[in-house]
């Protein structure tokens, strides 16, 4: 039997006064390099001081701060007169240990998790503290007081969050909340959390839940004016034609679909690809239409193509969330302050290559539409009839240390202008796909945005690789995943 021996640790004795700010001075060495002084801290310090900053004295008869450089920030540019203070003189001529007691105070005041802010602002809630109140004393906005209410009143969200290590946001967990009700989603997003793609797998799932709603609600509408629905594109014959390729008999005229709806073959059902319902003919010979491409003629059948049709739906809807994901990162990384010295080489060699091979993914589409509007946004120009004076003048404005930004927003607008594109060609490598060299490109430009911190989706992975994207491979490798994950959960169990 061993015996494990406690040092004892003599207490210092302090003392706490109330001391005029003129007598405080900063730590000359102090530790902390970036004070990171939200606005939200100066409304907390502002509203109420809830601890006071550990002083030495010094032989002058000033105090020398240890702990609380950020609350003494604050107290600065609010020129308060006195300041709370916690006296330590047995610090006063031991300068090595005032190095020392900067570590251990930070080391003995870990920050709460956001999960954890959440979960206790609801429990001050339920317990008859406002919202208003709530805010006046954390600096928090009214606004994500709120948000954060419901996030803790969300106990299967909080559950799901506290089961993996991650650093959550305050918006993450209101994403989190919206999928209260589907374990499955909630398992998804906290494990794309974990692998970096949160905005992408999040995107996705509502969309789906989305495109679900609108397919039922356009459903309920067909039926309560009549008309027949089939709900599977398998379920059509192979004679089924679209009405835009129908023509009369006689094969003079086109028939609109209005006019078709007295038609006994006309009937609703899902398009070959998009997540729409079209208007088709069962039957074009037996009820007097012409077609304007023979059918009938193809190798396959309806439900023989099935397999392939589902690869095209997935991989479009899964492309689709990616490029919504990775816009939403370009807008976080165009609007940020500062810039690390190597990503700013890679923005600018990015920038350089592409306008001196006279690329015309990176300049071709410099002021289209879609690229005009991304750069409006991320230089927040919201009047676009004045974004030519606005943006001369950000520029003549702007720290010359900024500059390189503005011809990569440029750059990067016009090859998302061909790579986010509506029609999802870039991840395709079929004949209705981009060119071998095009894609290349785009996988180069993605790769790009991978070095400077983006998180590459699976199907944009696949781009980057040269590789073959199948959206129902993939969802089944993810499924065969979740399934071993639980299996090894339920042994573990045991």
């Not at 317990?127 to 709120?146: F, M, N, P």
């Not at 106990?155 to 089961?163: G, I, P, T």
């Not at 095209?312 to 492309?319: A, T």
């Not at 080489?345 to 006279?358: D, K, N, P, Q």
Request: net charge negative.
């Amino acid at each position: 039997m061993t015996t494990e021996t406690v040092e004892q640790i003599t207490p210092t004795t302090f003392r706490f006064e109330d001391v005029p700010l003129s007598q405080l001075t900063a730590h000359p060495g102090n530790v902390r390099e970036d004070l990171a002084v939200t606005d939200r801290f100066r409304r907390s310090v502002r509203k109420k001081l809830r601890t006071p900053l550990l002083v030495t004295p010094q032989a002058d008869g000033t105090y020398k701060v240890i702990d609380g450089h950020r609350r003494l920030l604050v107290m600065i540019e609010d020129k308060w007169e006195t300041v709370p203070v916690v006296i330590d003189d047995s610090r006063a001529e031991d300068e090595a240990g005032q190095y020392v007691d900067m570590v251990t105070t930070a080391e003995q005041r870990v920050g709460l998790s956001t999960r954890e802010k959440a979960a206790a602002l609801f429990q001050a809630s339920e317990l008859g503290a406002g919202v208003k109140a709530i805010a006046s004393e954390t600096g928090w906005t009214q606004k994500d007081v709120k948000t954060a209410v419901q996030v803790g009143r969300a106990a299967k969200s909080m559950e799901a969050a506290q089961s993996v290590q991650y650093a959550w946001t305050l918006d993450q967990l209101a994403a989190l909340t919206e999928f209260e009700d589907d374990p499955e989603a909630l398992a998804e997003l906290t494990e794309a959390a974990q692998s970096g793609n949160f905005a992408y797998r999040l995107r996705r799932l509502r969309d789906d839940r989305e495109e679900t709603a609108r397919l039922a609600k356009e459903r309920a509408e067909f039926v309560a004016a009549g008309l027949t629905v089939i709900d599977e594109y398998e379920a059509l014959p192979d004679s089924a034609t679209q009405i835009h390729e129908l023509l009369t008999h006689d094969g003079t005229k086109t028939i609109s679909e209005e006019e078709h709806k007295t038609c006994r073959g006309h009937v609703m059902a899902p398009g070959k690809y998009g997540s729409e319902w079209v208007p088709y003919c069962l039957k074009p010979a037996l009820y007097d239409h012409t077609v304007r491409q023979p059918y009938g003629t193809t190798a396959t059948t309806k439900k023989e193509d099935k397999e392939a049709r589902q690869r095209i739906i997935q991989g479009n809807k899964h492309y689709k969330a990616a490029t919504a994901a990775r816009r939403e990162w370009l807008n976080t990384w165009m609007t940020r302050k500062t810039f690390p010295r190597d990503a700013q080489v890679i923005m600018a060699r990015f920038v350089a290559e592409a306008t001196l091979r006279g690329d015309d993914l990176g300049i071709g589409d410099i002021s289209s539409e879609d690229g005009s509007r991304m750069v409006r946004e991320w230089l927040g120009i919201a009047d676009a009839s004045r974004a030519g004076t606005m943006t001369a003048e950000i520029v003549a404005k702007a720290d010359a240390r900024r500059l390189f930004l503005y011809p990569f927003m440029a750059v990067v607008a016009s090859y998302e202008k061909t790579t986010g594109h509506k029609d999802n060609r870039a991840w395709r490598t079929d004949r209705h796909g981009l060119s071998d060299r095009t894609r290349e490109r785009i996988g180069a430009y993605l790769s790009m945005l991978v070095q400077l911190g983006h998180s590459a989706t699976p199907i944009e992975q696949a781009i980057i690789d040269g590789e073959e994207y199948d959206g129902t491979e993939h969802a089944a490798k993810v499924s065969a995943e979740k399934a071993q994950e639980s299996g090894q959960d339920q042994l573990d169990a045991q």
